[in-house]
């Protein structure tokens, strides 16, 4: 069952609405030429804030796991464009090798896994399980709560090969981000498909190239929709590498924050918002699930333990990137909501409501606590007619979401061609 959404219907963001339905052949003209000149991630996942006067992304994943979320109406879907995926890697390929994180050997991680194998399985692929963590060595078993098994073998490497016991794949398929660093058993794998890439990983990824893909993407998306960029794009600012710890170091993230409030409280004076502004601290590497912490004013930095004099022992040494705080006026049963969209290749393949109850509009939801509602975007909910006024039709943001989604994506395309050891950067 699709629950109903609560969103504010007022305001620019139904204009938005409107304007990007009306430009439905020229959006999907617009992606079909960019997927010519660029190759999707395999797959990905894209968390989604919509305040009620924007829409935008806030993360992409390049390892989804969460999908057992998905609900069992989408799996066609999703099992058509795994074909399609991989009948453009390796049209010949048989055997699937998926490689899990051994950190997440839990029901809900282990069920998402379970659900993906089904996936291949039914795109026509012999699919097994292994970890590459050295301390599982012999086969596993699990019994999950549908009743079904999964098995997790240990993988064995050959000089260019990774393989199972009996089982010798041309397609490694990474569901691991290997935000801890890439083992030796990954690399030079000359005679098989890696999918993901290694540079794909949180051990070599940087978060400011994806929102430099996506600043520039925006703005031309925009132009085609005739619209302000910033209505579907967060403004941010890189601060580099920082050792709070130095005053002077300090004094440039205040710098920054301040900047950056500044530009957002201008563009909520230019569309008339009365909220007050806030901003999302992150750091450059590493996924998003590790935390991040909110700012409403520059006075806020010594409470939230990133410099000296704060609680915390050791002052933040790395880099940082500050991001504008979007709320969700997203609510199941009256508790705050976010979309998450779930692609396979170029294709949105559904995608799930993530909710919290304990946490607020303008907090992150990827947290402890958190709970999923499958959303199947099916026909109940239904898209507006073209050529609708705004507010004649019932709140069904699919679309919109699906086409923000495949814009990150499109950004992560961008950004894994720039960051390709072996490649060439975009222009």
């Known amino acids: 069952m699709v629950p109903h959404l609560v969103t504010a219907l007022s305001g620019p ?28 991630p395999f797959y990905s996942a894209v968390d989604i804030r919509n305040s009620g006067f924007k829409l935008s992304p806030v993360d992409l994943d390049f390892f989804p796991g969460a999908w057992s979320c998905l609900a069992p109406d989408m799996m066609p879907l999703a099992v058509q464009s795994a074909m399609a995926a991989i009948e453009k890697i390796c049209p010949e390929a048989r055997n699937l090798l998926l490689i899990h994180d051994h950190r997440l050997n839990n029901s809900f991680y282990l ?3 379970d659900q993906l194998m089904r996936i291949f399985n039914m795109a026509g692929l012999n699919i097994k399980l292994g970890s590459i963590d050295p301390a599982i060595e012999k086969t596993q078993h699990f019994t999950l709560q549908n009743g079904r098994q999964l098995t997790i073998e240990p993988v064995q490497r050959t000089k260019h090969r990774l393989l199972l016991k009996d089982f010798d794949p041309c397609t490694i398929l990474l569901n691991h981000d290997l935000s801890q660093g890439i083992p030796g058993i990954l690399e030079d794998l000359h005679e098989q498909y890696l999918l993901p890439p290694l540079h794909a990983s949180w051990a070599l990824r940087r978060r400011n190239k994806h929102y430099e893909a996506y600043d520039e993407l925006s703005k031309r998306l925009a132009k085609l929709l005739n619209i302000d960029p910033w209505l579907i794009n967060p ?40 909220e007050k502004p806030f901003i999302v601290v992150k750091a450059n590497q590493g996924p998003e699930a590790r935390g991040f912490l909110t700012l409403r004013d520059t006075k806020d930095l010594k409470n939230l333990h990133l410099i000296p004099n704060s609680n915390q022992a050791t002052p933040f040494k790395g880099e940082l990137i500050l991001q504008e705080g979007i709320r969700t006026h997203e609510r199941i049963n009256d508790v705050v ?7 396979i290749d170029r ?7 993530r909710v919290h109850a304990q946490l607020r509009d303008d907090e992150g939801l990827a947290a402890p606590g958190s709970h999923f509602v499958p959303l199947a975007f099916a026909p109940q909910a239904h898209l507006p007619r073209l050529g609708e006024a705004p507010g004649e039709h019932s709140p069904n943001r699919f679309y919109m979401y699906g086409v923000i989604a495949r814009l990150a994506m499109l ?16 222009e």
Request: net charge negative; with cysteine; charged share 30%.
């Open 235 to 274: 403004l941010y600012s890189f601060c580099g590498e920082l050792d709070l710890s130095k005053n002077a170091d300090c004094d440039a993230l205040e710098g920054h924050v301040d900047a950056l409030l500044q530009k957002i409280r201008r563009k909520y004076r230019e569309y008339s918002i009365d």
């Open 111 to 113: 069920n998402g896994l």
């Open 411 to 426: 950004a992560g395309s961008y950004e894994l061609e720039d960051s390709d050891p072996q490649g060439e950067d975009f």
């Open 13 to 40: 963001i139904d204009d938005l609405e409107q304007r990007v339905l009306d430009s439905m052949p020229a959006i999907e003209r617009w992606f079909r030429l960019e997927w010519m000149e660029h190759t999707p």
């Open 347 to 353: 294709y949105v393949v559904g995608g799930y409501y």
């Open 337 to 343: 909501a976010e979309p998450v969209v779930h692609m």
